[in-house]
T-cell receptor
Framework: KAGVTQTPRYLIKTRGQQVTLSCSPI?????VSWYQQTPGQGLQFLFE???????NKGNFPGRFSGRQFSNSRSEMNVSTLELGDSALYLCASSLGDRNNEQFFGPGTRLTVL | GENVEQHPSTLSVQEGDSAVIKCTYS??????FPWYKQELGKRPQLIIDIRSNVGEKKDQRIAVTLNKTAKHFSLHITETQPEDSAVYFCAASPGWGKLQFGAGTQVVVTP
């Protein structure tokens, strides 16, 4: 099976702009979770989608949002970008049960100038 | 919410020696505890996991132990090799689709 894929791999934006990141899960996986990775804060959970519904949410401001499509592909959007949003954004897919393994994509490296 | 603490933050070992990384968690509802290895510039890769109905699990040179009463779990790597050098993250799963990660341990294996 093909692994989790993310596009684009790299992005450079300026403050105030918005950005949309995409994640395609492993075939058959219905859950997609998103994480932000930074040197200072480590790996932090953003939100999780299952069957097009947000099932869980982390402690990020409302500028961070997401959605999931009927084919399980997911997108996350960050509006009004701030310098502190510069990070590696990782998505992970799983079958969707609570204790299923999560498999990560390669990430999107976002730089905000 | 769930809080996962991981120690040590860095670990240097000689090739062939063992490495041990320890984690504690706070939410007793967590029942799933994976370990990820992340090499520089790469994605986190699942190396082993354990569920709360099991106290120990082993896969070749890697083993994980879980003590639910004390809320701690550990990763053991035996006969370390240079390719084991990476950052290792422990995690706990307190809710649907959510992994709460520890801060990571930089493991350096010197030949």
């Amino acid at each position: 099976k093909a692994g989790v894929t993310q596009t684009p791999r790299y992005l450079i934006k300026t403050r105030g702009q918005q950005v949309t990141l995409s994640c395609s899960p492993i075939s058959g996986h219905r859950s997609v979770s998103w994480y932000q990775q930074t040197p200072g804060q480590g790996l932090q959970f953003l939100f999780e989608y299952f069957s097009e519904t947000q099932r869980n949410k982390g402690n990020f401001p409302g500028r961070f949002s997401g959605r999931q499509f009927s084919n399980s592909r997911s997108e996350m959007n960050v509006s009004t970008l701030e310098l502190g949003d510069s990070a590696l954004y990782l998505c992970a897919s799983s079958l969707g049960d609570r204790n299923n393994e999560q498999f990560f994509g390669p990430g999107t490296r976002l730089t905000v100038l | 919410g769930e809080n996962v603490e991981q120690h040590p933050s860095t670990l240097s070992v000689q090739e062939g020696d063992s490495a041990v990384i320890k984690c504690t968690y706070s939410d007793s509802a967590s029942n799933y505890f994976p370990w990820y290895k992340q090499e520089l510039g790469k994605r986190p890769q699942l190396i082993i996991d354990i569920r709360s109905n099991v106290g120990e699990k082993k896969d070749q040179r890697i083993a994980v132990t879980l003590n639910k009463t004390a809320k701690h779990f550990s990763l053991h790597i035996t006969e370390t090799q240079p390719e084991d050098s990476a950052v290792y993250f422990c995690a706990a799963s307190p809710g649907w689709g959510k992994l709460q990660f520890g801060a990571g341990t930089q493991v350096v294996v010197t030949p």
